[in-house]
């Protein structure tokens, strides 16, 4: 299958502070490529990089055969942006915002009120079309923010976090129509922090931490990195004691990794089932009281904890 | 270009749409011009809002072909609705009314007037001029003026047709077309049908008196007087310009912050095409916001702007000057909140300079001088000169200063973008 870009070390830096460092990965034509990361990992940088939004300090990318750097106007011919944050007029309804949107792309006449229809009934909002925005609900602004990505039917779909603090049933939606637009043909890039996201719609993830892309491929090929490891997680009180058994588990035999949020502990071991014993036993010992106990084949979040050796939503 | 329209005609939409920037943009002006209107006595009293019937009370003493042509002039069916005329004997009475503010003038076309300006015969050539007498109501400046504007008109005419007459009747002696004993009668009733027929022009003339109320030294006045609206309107619609353009600016900043800028800016528009789309919104809106103002101010208060053509490259040229201004304001600041609270600043002080309060011409020379940093002492040169009757030639120097200090404001804010990197996520 052919590639759609390719980024080649692409570098940003804002001052003493590197935002996004030495990244280079190919997505091909048609797939869905998920950027998993935790908050501030570089995800928005990067796309911003590759929709032409920020120059990189260094490296490129090319996008259907152009360069970010001296053919942007071609690149953005072919990409479609959906941004994290809502971009949209609140004092014009959605038809006027898709209408003034499609026509920024290029798009009039017929063919724009045919475009208007279309994305309005993918993305549900064909009833409310002619409301103002500012009358809708989160959700439904988000789905007018993706309608207007998709107006000119780009060959490559950025869609950054859309689904960030929005009701379960918009999230839904959104993650059914990520894939009835893979379907169709179009090539996304998905930028997430959520792993059942990336999990649910990816045909290959690149995982960012730090600004750097630390793990890329196939889910199965990421957790084949990793080990076939589980990983043990324990839902814990706040108590004080919480550092020295975290200490404590990370000296058990069998125990790879061992690390704590507020109230839980992940640790990667072999088999969860063999460490669970003296896992509780530790717990009692140092006065933690251990609410409850989930076991967690190999997934994204494992290889996340294994590679940088924190929780995903840290 | 065709990105360029959108974007600007995008702005227009979205600043209409904002009913607390209407408010200031549009209903604003109106009422502090009404407001105004009201303090200087143009809309208060009997005579209702706006310029209409005018109440004027005429006396008659003369009974000549001359006072009975100027009573059917105020009472021709041109100036219906215009003015409302009454006739009456005792001229006393007459200003007693207007003393009352029961009327806005009062007019004596005393006995012998015809014949002091068509004189039957050597008595009435040797008697000293008649002079018609206006009586004024002082807290009604702009109906008055009105008033005298039509008495003016008519005696110009007089005269003209006076000239006329004693030119035609000599030829007409010459010719043998008439006898010298017709020469008289022929004489008057031409100089009658020509001054009655005719009301166009406002010449002054020395043949009116006019006397104010509580203030018993007549002039005779030579200087037309100025509806105090064509100075207030104008005054409060540049001031209120400066929001709009400063509003318009704000919203450089406003799109970056809702994340539309960058939005815009991953689609296939230049950063050249967005400036320019923004910068032809503001410019758009401001012609919008005078257009409106002027069209509503003359239909609801009858307001005459002065010739069509050059009011509208005025209103163009003042725009012009002052996105250049809400150009800079936003160039300058870096927060939605700083352009806000310049540009109201702005807007005070270029009201102020730019005599939207009171006249600068009582003001020291240099700060005349000063005051035309804004566009708004430009802006109302012009729009003076156009309210008093002048035409295109009159307002070329505010225009030509107008587009200069836009071309020199545009400069200034595009190195700023420029520099600063505004046009960016």
Same mark, same amino acid.
């Given at each position: 299958?052919?590639?759609?870009?390719?980024?080649?070390?692409?570098?940003?830096?804002?001052?003493?502070?590197?935002?996004?460092?030495?990244?280079?990965?190919?997505?091909?034509?048609?797939?869905?490529?998920?950027?998993?990361?935790?908050?501030?990992?570089?995800?928005?940088?990067?796309?911003?990089? =590759?929709?032409?939004?920020?120059?990189?300090?260094?490296?490129?990318?090319?996008?259907?055969?152009?360069?970010?750097?001296?053919?942007?106007?071609?690149?953005?011919?072919?990409?479609?942006?959906?941004?994290?944050?809502?971009? =949209?007029? /609140?004092?014009?309804?959605? &038809?006027?915002?898709?209408?003034?949107?499609?026509?920024?792309?290029?798009?009039?006449?017929?063919?724009?009120?045919?475009? +208007?229809?279309?994305?309005?009934?993918?993305?549900?909002?064909?009833?409310?079309?002619?409301?103002?925005? $500012?009358?809708?609900?989160?959700?439904?602004?988000?789905?007018?923010?993706?309608?207007?990505?998709?107006?000119?039917?780009?060959?490559?779909?950025?869609?950054?976090?859309?689904?960030?603090?929005?009701?379960?049933?918009?999230?839904?939606?959104?993650?059914?129509?990520?894939?009835?637009?893979?379907?169709?043909?179009?090539? !996304?890039?998905?930028?997430?922090?959520?792993?059942?996201?990336?999990?649910?719609?990816?045909?290959?993830?690149?995982?960012?931490?730090?600004?750097? @892309?630390?793990?890329?491929?196939?889910?199965?090929?990421?957790?084949?990195?990793?080990?076939?490891?589980?990983?043990?997680?324990?839902?814990?009180?706040? /108590?004080?004691?919480?550092?020295?058994?975290?200490?404590?588990?990370?000296?058990?035999?069998?125990?790879?990794?061992?690390? &704590?949020?507020?109230?839980?502990?992940?640790?990667?071991?072999?088999?969860?089932?063999?460490?669970?014993?003296?896992?509780?036993?530790?717990?009692?010992?140092?006065?933690?009281?251990?609410?409850? +106990?989930?076991?967690?084949?190999?997934?994204?979040?494992?290889?996340?904890?294994?590679?940088?050796?924190?929780?995903?939503?840290? | 270009?065709?990105?360029?329209?959108?974007?600007?005609?995008?702005?227009?939409?979205?600043?209409? &749409?904002?009913?607390?920037?209407?408010?200031?943009?549009?209903?604003?002006?109106?009422?502090?011009?009404?407001?105004?209107?009201?303090?200087?006595?143009?809309?208060?009293?009997?005579?209702?809002?706006?310029?209409?019937?005018?109440?004027?009370?005429? !006396?008659?003493?003369?009974?000549?072909?001359?006072?009975?042509?100027?009573?059917?002039?105020?009472?021709?069916?041109?100036?219906?609705?215009?003015?409302?005329?009454?006739?009456?004997?005792?001229?006393?009475?007459?200003?007693?009314?207007?003393?009352?503010?029961?009327?806005?003038?009062?007019?004596?076309?005393?006995?012998?007037?015809?014949?002091?300006?068509?004189?039957?015969?050597?008595?009435?050539?040797?008697?000293?001029?008649?002079?018609?007498?206006?009586?004024?109501?002082?807290?009604?400046?702009?109906?008055?003026?009105?008033? $005298?504007?039509?008495?003016?008109?008519?005696?110009?005419?007089?005269?003209?047709?006076?000239?006329?007459?004693?030119?035609?009747?000599?030829?007409?002696?010459?010719?043998?077309?008439?006898?010298? %004993?017709?020469?008289?009668?022929?004489?008057?009733?031409?100089?009658?049908?020509?001054?009655?027929?005719?009301?166009?022009?406002?010449?002054?003339?020395?043949?009116? $008196?006019?006397?104010?109320?509580?203030?018993?030294?007549?002039?005779?006045?030579?200087?037309?007087?100025?509806?105090?609206? %064509?100075?207030?309107?104008?005054?409060?619609?540049?001031?209120?310009?400066?929001?709009?353009?400063?509003?318009?600016?704000?919203?450089?900043?406003?799109? &970056?912050?809702?994340?539309?800028?960058?939005?815009?800016? +991953?689609?296939?528009?230049?950063?050249?095409? +967005?400036?320019?789309?923004?910068?032809?919104?503001?410019?758009?809106?401001?012609?919008?916001?005078?257009?409106?103002?002027?069209?509503?101010?003359?239909?609801?208060?009858? @307001?005459?702007?002065?010739?069509? =053509?050059?009011?509208?490259?005025?209103?163009?040229?003042?725009?012009?000057?002052?996105?250049?201004?809400?150009?800079?304001?936003?160039?300058?600041?870096?927060?939605?909140?700083?352009?806000?609270?310049?540009?109201?600043?702005?807007?005070?002080?270029?009201?102020?300079?730019?005599?939207?309060?009171?006249?600068?011409?009582?003001?020291?020379?240099?700060?005349?001088?000063?005051?035309?940093?804004?566009?708004?002492?430009?802006?109302?040169?012009?729009?003076?000169?156009?309210?008093?009757?002048?035409?295109?030639?009159?307002?070329?120097?505010?225009?030509?200063?107008?587009?200069?200090?836009?071309?020199?404001?545009?400069? %200034?804010?595009?190195?700023?973008?420029?520099?600063?990197?505004?046009?960016?996520?």
């Amino acid at each position: 299958m052919s590639s759609i870009l390719q980024a080649s070390h692409l570098v940003k830096k804002y001052a003493d502070f590197t935002a996004v460092n030495d990244i280079s990965f190919v997505i091909a034509e048609g797939e869905i490529f998920s950027l998993l990361g935790p908050n501030g990992a570089g995800k928005t940088t990067t796309i911003s990089m =590759l929709s032409t939004l920020f120059e990189p300090t260094s490296g490129d990318a090319t996008i259907g055969g152009h360069s970010v750097l001296r053919e942007p106007m071609a690149v953005r011919q072919v990409i479609g942006v959906i941004p994290q944050d809502l971009a =949209l007029y /609140e004092d014009l309804s959605a &038809r006027e915002n898709l209408n003034f949107w499609g026509q920024m792309y290029g798009l009039s006449g017929r063919t724009l009120h045919q475009r +208007v229809d279309e994305v309005l009934e993918q993305t549900g909002m064909a009833e409310k079309a002619n409301q103002r925005v $500012k009358t809708y609900s989160g959700g439904m602004k988000r789905r007018v923010n993706i309608a207007v990505g998709l107006l000119h039917r780009p060959r490559l779909l950025f869609m950054d976090e859309p689904t960030v603090g929005i009701d379960p049933q918009s999230r839904r939606a959104i993650l059914d129509s990520v894939k009835a637009l893979n379907k169709e043909g179009m090539t !996304v890039l998905y930028t997430t922090h959520y792993m059942e996201e990336a999990h649910e719609l990816s045909d290959r993830v690149g995982i960012i931490d730090h600004g750097q @892309l630390i793990a890329l491929g196939t889910q199965a090929e990421l957790t084949r990195q990793v080990g076939v490891n589980d990983t043990l997680v324990l839902h814990v009180g706040e /108590e004080e004691t919480l550092d020295a058994l975290v200490a404590g588990i990370r000296v058990l035999p069998g125990v790879i990794t061992a690390d &704590r949020t507020d109230h839980t502990i992940a640790i990667l071991t072999p088999s969860a089932a063999d460490i669970l014993a003296p896992v509780i036993t530790q717990a009692n010992a140092s006065g933690v009281k251990v609410r409850s +106990v989930d076991i967690q084949e190999p997934n994204l979040e494992a290889v996340f904890l294994g590679l940088t050796g924190r929780a995903l939503r840290d | 270009m065709k990105k360029i329209f959108l974007i600007g005609f995008k702005d227009l939409t979205l600043i209409f &749409r904002d009913p607390a920037a209407l408010l200031l943009m549009l209903l604003a002006p109106f009422v502090l011009t009404l407001g105004l209107g009201f303090v200087t006595g143009r809309l208060g009293g009997n005579s209702g809002s706006g310029l209409r019937d005018i109440p004027v009370i005429l !006396v008659n003493q003369d009974g000549g072909d001359l006072g009975n042509a100027l009573v059917q002039v105020f009472q021709s069916p041109d100036l219906n609705g215009l003015l409302a005329p009454t006739l009456s004997t005792d001229f006393a009475d007459a200003q007693a009314q207007v003393e009352a503010n029961k009327a806005d003038a009062a007019i004596l076309i005393p006995a012998g007037f015809t014949n002091s300006i068509i004189p039957t015969g050597l008595a009435d050539i040797n008697a000293s001029a008649v002079q018609l007498q206006l009586f004024a109501n002082p807290t009604r400046p702009t109906s008055v003026g009105v008033v $005298k504007t039509v008495l003016e008109s008519f005696l110009d005419q007089v005269e003209t047709a006076h000239l006329i007459g004693r030119v035609s009747i000599a030829q007409m002696l010459t010719a043998g077309i008439i006898q010298p %004993a017709q020469a008289q009668s022929v004489g008057a009733k031409l100089g009658a049908q020509i001054a009655a027929s005719r009301l166009s022009g406002a010449a002054n003339s020395s043949a009116i $008196k006019i006397v104010s109320p509580g203030n018993n030294s007549s002039s005779t006045s030579r200087s037309f007087q100025v509806n105090t609206l %064509a100075l207030i309107a104008p005054g409060m619609a540049l001031m209120f310009l400066m929001y709009t353009v400063t509003y318009g600016g704000r919203s450089l900043l406003a799109e &970056r912050n809702q994340g539309t800028l960058p939005r815009l800016l +991953v689609s296939p528009t230049s950063s050249t095409q +967005v400036l320019a789309g923004k910068v032809f919104g503001i410019f758009i809106t401001g012609v919008a916001q005078m257009l409106i103002l002027i069209l509503g101010t003359a239909l609801l208060f009858g @307001l005459h702007w002065g010739d069509p =053509l050059a009011t509208l490259l005025l209103v163009l040229a003042a725009v012009a000057a002052a996105t250049g201004w809400g150009l800079l304001v936003a160039s300058l600041s870096k927060t939605t909140s700083q352009i806000s609270s310049v540009g109201s600043a702005l807007m005070l002080i270029f009201g102020l300079l730019g005599g939207s309060f009171f006249s600068m011409s009582a003001l020291p020379r240099w700060v005349q001088v000063f005051s035309h940093i804004s566009p708004n002492a430009w802006g109302m040169d012009g729009f003076s000169s156009l309210a008093l009757g002048d035409g295109l030639s009159a307002i070329t120097t505010p225009v030509l200063a107008l587009l200069l200090m836009a071309a020199l404001l545009f400069g %200034a804010a595009a190195l700023l973008i420029n520099r600063r990197n505004f046009i960016t996520a």
